[in-house]
């Protein structure tokens, strides 16, 4: 089993920025990827951004360029750099994580953008 919680959400104007942490705990070793999803109202959860074991790193086409991920193995922890923010990025944003053939998800967190 993997835990992944979640911090750093919050509400932020157009233009601001935000950084997402989740932090992995339990059985982490072999851990494949790691990755944010999110997920607005009335609409399907996305991927946002994964990295992978080896740093390869796979964005969204609606984020390239303003979000960043990036991940501490020290801290068994990964972040979400969110630059020039917009209201459409407003939704809940989850962490995940594949290992084996099993995947994880932390609580989620709340991103508010207003404009």
């Known amino acids: 089993q993997v835990q992944l919680v979640e911090s750093g959400g919050g509400l932020v104007q157009a233009g601001g920025s935000l950084r997402l942490s989740c932090v992995a705990s339990?059985?982490?070793?072999?851990?494949?990827?790691m990755g944010w999803y999110r997920q607005a109202p009335g609409k399907q959860r996305e991927l946002v951004a994964a990295?992978?074991?080896?740093?390869?790193?796979n964005y969204a086409d609606s984020v390239k360029g303003r979000f960043t991920i990036s991940r501490d193995n020290a801290k068994n922890t990964v972040y979400l750099q969110m630059n020039r923010l917009r209201p459409e990025d407003t939704a809940v944003y989850y962490c995940?994580?594949?290992?084996?053939?099993?995947?994880?998800w932390g609580q989620g967190t709340q991103v508010t953008v207003s404009s």
């Open positions: 990295i992978t074991s080896g740093d390869s790193t």
């Open positions: 995940n994580a594949d290992r084996v053939s099993s995947r994880y």
């Open positions: 339990g059985s982490i070793f072999a851990i494949n990827a």
